[in-house]
């Protein structure tokens, strides 16, 4: 069994240690142990220097990985709660809720709200309950624009054909009508009068619809859920209708409450009128905002640049001549000047430079307030709008130098050294291990070898001993 073999093995090495030394007089263990240390004593002092250096390495590289990850997360933070950007805002607030528009939006506006875009309701005749049967045939809705009796019938919109079968009920019907998903949303109210299908149209006025049934052969009651703005009024409840607004003056229409870049940079959802009564719109001026955000910016580019720099020390730097922090260095030298707004007009602010930031010639950053405010006095919105967390600007420059950093597949990068030293170090502890039983091995040897030494030299001693005394005995005879 290997557990007695091992014991066995210890238990004998033990017993050559306690007996060694008796005859040389020499403490031969302590010996062995000195001897197999001082042979393998180089390699392993070289090792343990190895697992050092990258233990140190991988310090750094992770330090300086995290310090840019943290960087790209506090920007887009800060974006995100809207103080960077040029934002709308409303005087009325129950009128309107106004959000930012796909462009940048400058100046003020004057809302003033006429009418809501509304959608049909209807309400069938009254069944009793909503397991009531309803007949069997097609129902069809046709849309259009319902003014009064009359129906106008909007040519770009198709009819929809529902079958019903034999032994459908109400519920069924609004089950039918909600799962063609064509505009019209249906559910049975059990109310006071009885169960009664209420149907709902799409807001704007060609969203109205009609109901036309139809029916099978002995399914004729699905007529009573037919309906037409000639024959019958009282069960309409709402009439699809546009809204109406005026921007600046400036009536417009829409099919819809929420309005979509009503002006430049500017969303509408319309949720009262106001006649008589305009709300003013105004836009934000996030100038004071970037300033401060551009001081913290250099800060922090600064605390990057001062880790890399001590990093990359050519006489005491951990990464004195890695790659993935080469690459670093690269990027950030070229930050400032980097067009982050490819898309930006000619004389608009397009790089980190216009908005102040500078390189200075030992690779620290500062902030060149002049340039700062000139940008911000002359192009507030586009200055505001490179402040986005879109596939462009100040935040997805610093992202993706972060990205390019934490990278494992590039081979240049921070997150790819990192890789490749704690494989390195892995390495090492492999062969730190290896040496250590090496090592282990030779002392055993050696107490071995030293045992026997020691036995044969007890036998000498033994030896001259004996002798020695019968010289003496001799010695005496010869004297009496």
């Known amino acids: 069994m290997p557990t007695t073999s091992s014991t066995s093995s210890t238990s004998a090495t033990a017993q050559i240690v306690s007996s060694l030394g008796g005859g040389s007089g020499i403490n031969l263990p302590q010996l062995a142990e000195q001897l197999a240390a001082a042979q393998f004593a180089p390699r392993i002092d070289q090792l343990a220097a190895k697992t050092e250096k990258l233990t140190a390495q991988i310090s750094s590289a992770s330090n300086l990985k995290s310090l840019m990850a943290t960087l790209a997360t506090s920007v887009g933070t800060i974006i995100r709660t809207g103080d960077l950007a040029v934002n709308p805002s409303i005087s009325t607030a129950n009128v309107a809720t106004v959000s930012k528009g796909t462009a940048t939006g400058s100046g003020t506006y004057s809302l003033e709200v006429t009418s809501l875009a509304n959608s049909q309701k209807l309400v069938t005749s009254a069944y009793p309950a909503s397991t009531s049967t309803v007949g069997s045939g097609t129902l069809t809705l046709r849309f259009g624009t319902v003014s009064g009796s009359s129906f106008t019938a909007d040519a770009t919109q198709t009819a929809v054909d529902l079958a019903i079968p034999a032994g459908a ?207 911000l006095k002359a192009s507030p919105e586009a200055a505001g709008a490179m402040w986005t967390t879109g596939i462009h600007g100040v935040y997805a420059t610093i992202d993706k130098i972060s990205r390019a950093a934490a990278s494992t597949s590039s081979g240049t990068s921070l997150g790819s050294s990192i890789t490749r030293y704690t494989a390195l170090q892995k390495s090492v502890a492999e062969k730190s291990t290896s040496l250590a039983e090496k090592q282990e091995d030779v002392r055993q040897r050696m107490i071995a070898r030293f045992a026997v030494m020691d036995t044969n030299v007890s036998s000498s001693q033994s030896t001259l001993t004996f002798l020695k005394q019968q010289i003496a005995a001799w010695n005496s005879t010869g004297n009496n």
């Open 169 to 375: 009920t109400l519920a069924d019907v609004a089950t039918a009508i909600n799962g063609a998903n064509k505009g019209v949303t249906a559910y049975v109210a059990n109310g006071t009068a009885g169960a009664q299908l209420v149907l709902k149209g799409a807001e704007g006025a060609t969203s109205g619809f009609e109901i036309e049934v139809t029916p099978d052969v002995g399914g004729e009651a699905l007529s009573s859920l037919a309906w037409s703005a000639a024959t019958n009024t009282t069960q309409l409840k709402s009439t699809a209708s546009d809204a109406a607004y005026n921007i600046d003056g400036v009536g417009y229409t829409s099919k819809s409450n929420t309005i979509n870049d009503a002006v430049p940079g500017l969303n509408l959802k319309l949720t009262a009128t106001n006649i008589g009564a305009p709300a003013t719109i105004s836009f934000s001026d996030p100038s004071s905002s970037i300033s401060g955000v551009m001081t913290d910016l250099v800060e922090a580019l600064n605390e990057v640049v001062s880790q890399l720099a001590s990093a990359m020390n050519k006489d005491s730097g951990e990464l004195n001549n890695d790659p993935g922090a080469r690459a670093l260095r690269t990027a950030l030298t070229s930050l400032a000047g980097q067009k982050v707004m490819p898309n930006a007009s000619d004389g608009q602010p397009s790089t980190l430079a216009d908005l102040g930031l500078k390189t200075e010639r030992d690779g620290t950053f500062s902030l060149d307030t002049t340039r700062l405010a000139a940008t």
